[in-house]
């Protein structure tokens, strides 16, 4: 199984400023996908980061607040930017597995 | 559109009691059904997955799941409540033509009362 590492794992950050998450997997997987959990709340997708091609978003995420990169297939970066106290969320990075996805630790993240 | 519907956003048993943790799902296709758990401040674990195989699927720590076409349920049970079973429970659907992609249910929230 995929064991999947994220950096950090909890920040605080003021309005206005922004803040790259990082997500390492200790085997080689075509398929990433980076998720929000707002505070109470269930799962969202934000977008599917496959190597070699642009993120894909889904509706009403766009690039330019969650630029996302994948330079290899180990490894992804999420930029959360320009953030609000809106942004406060549990962002969590999961890969796909031979057909299992498997989830991070999440980043926790407080804007005040 | 795929989606799916968790009935009770909360679920109180008593330890040694049965479980049951509801959800109905939405998809024009076969789909793939998940239950995920999610125990505080720790990171999502999956519990079990159908995958148009067998309509009962086990997964880990005695929990069960049938898939019914007929009712687009696929309901979460276990025999007998455990305290460490007391966690978040997400109810997920991978459409069939996005290979990879999930969509969470909003979650239930079960609690066991010694």
């Known amino acids: 199984s995929a064991v999947i590492s994220q950096k950090p794992s909890r920040d605080i950050c003021q309005r206005g400023t922004s803040l790259t998450i990082q997500c390492q997997v200790d085997?080689?997987?075509?398929?990433m996908f980076w998720y929000r959990q707002q505070p109470g709340q269930s799962l969202t997708l934000i977008a599917t980061?496959?190597?070699?091609?642009?993120?894909?978003?889904e509706s009403g995420f766009v690039i330019d607040k969650f630029p996302i990169s994948r330079p290899n297939l180990t490894f992804s970066t999420l930029t959360v930017s320009n953030m609000s106290p809106e942004d406060s969320s549990i962002y969590l990075c999961?890969?796909?597995?031979?057909?299992?996805?498997?989830f991070g630790p999440g980043t926790r993240l407080t804007v005040t | 559109a795929q989606s799916v519907t968790q009935l009770d956003s909360h679920v109180s048993v008593s330890e040694g009691t049965p479980v049951l943790l509801r959800c109905n799902y939405s998809s024009s296709y076969s789909p793939s059904l998940f239950w995920y758990v999610q125990h505080p401040n720790k990171g999502l674990q999956l519990l079990l997955k159908y995958t148009s195989a067998a309509t009962l699927v086990k997964g880990i720590n005695g929990f069960e799941a049938e898939f019914k076409k007929s009712e687009t349920s696929f309901h979460l049970t276990k025999p007998s409540a455990h305290m460490s079973d007391a966690a978040e429970y997400f109810c997920v659907v991978s459409p069939y033509s996005e290979g990879g992609k999930l969509i969470f249910g909003q979650g239930t929230e079960l609690s066991v009362k010694p």
């Open positions: 980061a496959n190597q070699g091609s642009e993120a894909t978003y």
């Open positions: 999961s890969v796909l597995d031979s057909y299992e996805q498997y």
């Open positions: 085997s080689q997987v075509t398929m």
